[in-house]
């Protein structure tokens, strides 16, 4: 059968493989035999490394290779629960293997028998054991594998399972045509892609896999940065509706905002004017450090787009994101007789239905709002200019389709996309190849500094006492923790509603307090974040739902709890919801355990304040799985690029630049046309035109 596979064949038809297990496959994205050869693994167990019993530390992970000594019988414990062992040894030690609910492993222990066997190492009062470690058979000239592969699963399916359709499908391999020339291959010293793919599965040693994982990562990253250029290069082949200063009352409508622009605002405002004045549409980054004043270089965008006659949309990841931006764009728009609506899914239908309307007829100037912008049911008179902001919450896909809904007579409208989360250019190549960018590095005048304290959890006392000074003077805190509830094996994290409780009825009892996390309905959490802004709360317990978009200028305490869990640039945006107004702000990071690597990790947050260099030292500490965490769109989630990888990414780049100034070449036809693919699949056309 496996000789008859190609990598279009569906992936029930492979060895092994049936409908439940076919349909758990399609849950991880594989439904071909190519699918699998390109579902690399998650992880390796190095079970080649073999230690002595006697050697192996309490708490170890290794392999050891034993013979049975002997074997108990199955012993039936409480309830369904039972339990076997079996007395294993080597020339050095004596152990025990402990198995619960595995009653057929007495069939295969059989006194005699020798096996290489991968678990954690336990020594007790009487002696080392491993529960329920992993066992290979040893034979005679059979070698078993140094390396063992670990790929993510989904029930039915099982690693074994996974494993053995991989080795089904791997001799297409040989097959794999070549993205990259041999003359690229051999002057950067990259392996054949069969190779590469072959020793991904089943690396021989560590450094066949890293070569292998390297080759595969720099064609990735290639392919990816080629569809960016052949998105870019398709967006200045549109057109779109010029825009132009004459009669708009632009001077007078900075003459009366509330605050001078700073210069970084005031050159990203000229830069995005000259990009809306031309008829193809912008396509442009707007990325600045929390509290650059963003918004307010979108609302020029969308003043001067009204003012020309056109509706603008800007949407939001989060609907308390979305609700802010109306309010701030309502300070900036409505004297000037600009009418801005919100479009969530939290609103009641009739409400909605007025506002699609309203899109619809041309009656509302300025939508905001969330994924509701861009869902079949709402369609735009004549919309112009489409932001979005927190651009990396939303792939490509997302950016495409609110384009589409302004799509009108042959022309779309001009694209912002903003981000309060500094990223490093490294990364930025990769995420944002597509789009022009404009920086604003300075902060508009009046924004505190806000001072960092790492405490440890010992020291709560101090913090609480610490916040009833500050509300009693005025002020008010937020109290983030990283869980919702008390999970199991979590009870070293502070739970927000189990913290809550604690806090109302103990060190902050008598001080208003709200509560506020993502499970939460639309109306309840808008309800607690009114009455936090309000002041009828003093104290705001919450998940990292406050991130991004919660301005209350009053709030001047910031206690992250079990700060360790948090990736530094998370800590940063949250530290960013203080020292907003004119009270000297601190920010509190409470350790709740951790090693030294997270002690330098907030060491960074406290010693630190530029936003593009907590995102850079993130990003190494981290990599940028991570730095996004479940963030991600996955549309530039890697299966082998590391692209914290500064190096590698200057090596691609390279490749990538010859590629793209020679791409008529016959040699990078097949690069091309894998780019194009990649643009087929997210609706964006095709790198050649």
Known sequence: ???????????????????????????????????????YPRAYEERGKVVSVASALDGELCSVEITVRETSKVKQL???????????????????????NMPFMAKALTKGRRFRAYGRMKIGLYGREMVSPKLEPIIENKPLPYYVPIYRISPPLTQKAIYSAVNEVLPLCDNLGELLPESVRIKHNLLPRSEATKLMHRPSDKESLKKARRTLAISEIAVFRIALSGMRSNVRQERAFPMGLKNTGMKHYFEQMPFELTNAQKNAVKEIFADMSQDTPMARLLQGDVGSGKTAVAAAAIYLCVKNGFQACMMAPTEILATQHKKTLDKFLSPFGIKTELLVSGLPAAEKRRVRQGLADGSIDVAVGTHALITDNTDFYNCALAVADEQHRFGVKQRKALLDKSEREGRRAHMLVMSATPIPRSLSLIIFGDLDVSILNELPPGRQKIETKIVNKDDSDKVYSFIRKEIESGGRAYIVCPLIEEGENETDRRAAESYFEELSMGALKGIPMGLLHGKMKPAEKAKVMGEFASGEKQVLVATTVIEVGVDVPEATVMVIENAECFGLSQLHQLRGRIGRGNRRSVCILVRGGGNDDSADRLAIMRDTADGFKVAEADLQKRGPGDFFGERQSGEFSFACASIGDVSLLAETDSIVNDILANRESPEYVAIIKEADAFLERTGDGKTVN
Do not use: H, W
């Open 1 to 39: 059968m496996a000789a008859r596979l190609t990598e279009s064949t569906p992936i029930q038809y492979i060895k092994g493989i049936g409908e439940a297990r076919a349909a758990a496959f399609a849950r991880l994205g594989v439904e071909t035999a190519g699918d699998l050869l390109a579902f």
């Open 78 to 100: 409480r309830g369904k629960l039972n339990v076997f062992r079996s007395t294993v040894e080597d020339d050095s030690c004596v152990m025990e293997f402990v198995f619960f």
